[in-house]
């Protein structure tokens, strides 16, 4: 059992883990009742059987599907139950404090979550060594990039137009990659002929190739750039740091010839 942390409903001391489990003993006493009559209830039961399933402990073979702990002895006696059973059992002794207690299981969960810096952020999604090269942009994500905005494609041997550059970075990086984790990848890989993806973990990698494949089918669908951005805008919730770019035909694009 993780630490105890005590308060007080009307004067009477209510004690909870840091996980949201209360000591349902200790405040049952305040109405003259106990957990064990709540137990044996039979929409108790049905209740404890739906939870159980529902959290995937069907299988666990107790009555209770492990969802209320008895302790004997010691500052954390008594009969523990499961902050999403806890409501259900403080309703039975009332609703005001059926309230107070959710409430107090919310507050309680929330300032327990680990709090996820940047830094943190990036030790989870980046390596410490960019992985040796594969390729990840393959040919239907240009062909269709090419069919969308009427610039050629003719492999990267002829290297390909900038444009292109600029949606994998605003529609297919930017979209699945939190902020800072884009923004150290791509330093990283700066200058030194490595290509961002090669500093993402599998887990980042796998976001990025889910949306690359997204990507392809939307421009393969388009009619042209300005459709493209327009549904990229509608489909992934953002507007990109460039807005919506409208191309001239007339406009010359330049061409890089780079690996992907």
């Known amino acids: 059992m993780s630490n105890i942390i005590h308060f007080e409903y009307e004067g009477h001391p209510v004690f909870f883990n840091e996980e949201g489990w209360i000591n349902a003993t200790d405040i049952a006493s305040k109405y003259g009742k106990k957990p064990a009559k709540w137990k044996e209830l039979p929409s108790t039961k049905s209740y404890i059987k739906s939870l159980a399933n529902a959290l995937n402990m069907g299988n666990v073979r107790k009555s209770d599907f492990g969802l209320i702990v ?35 299981i919310d507050e309680l969960i929330r300032s327990h979550q680990p709090t ?30 090419s069919r969308m905005s009427g610039l050629p494609y003719k492999g990267h041997v002829g290297g390909t137009p900038s444009l292109f550059g600029m949606i994998t970075s605003k529609w297919v990086y930017q979209v699945v990659l939190p902020d800072s984790v884009y923004a150290e990848a ?27 494949k997204a990507v392809t089918i939307l421009a393969n669908g388009c009619v042209d750039y300005k459709d493209f951005e327009a549904r990229c805008v509608q489909s992934f919730g953002k507007s990109g740091e460039q807005g919506m770019l409208i191309l001239p035909v ?11």
């Open 250 to 260: 007339e406009r010359e694009f330049s061409y890089s010839a780079v690996r992907h």
């Open 116 to 145: 996820f810096t940047d830094q943190r952020i990036n030790a989870i999604f980046l390596l410490d060594k960019p992985a040796t090269w594969e390729k990840q942009f393959q040919h239907p994500f240009y062909q269709a990039l």
């Open 70 to 104: 008895t302790k004997r002895g010691g500052f954390n006696a008594g009969t523990w139950i499961h902050p999403k059973l806890a409501v259900s059992f403080a309703r039975w002794l009332s609703d005001d404090f059926a309230v107070w207690c959710d409430l107090k």
């Open 186 to 212: 791509k330093e990283a890989a700066k200058g030194n002929g490595e290509k961002i993806h090669q500093y993402l973990k599998p887990e980042a990698l796998k976001l990025v190739k889910e949306q690359l």
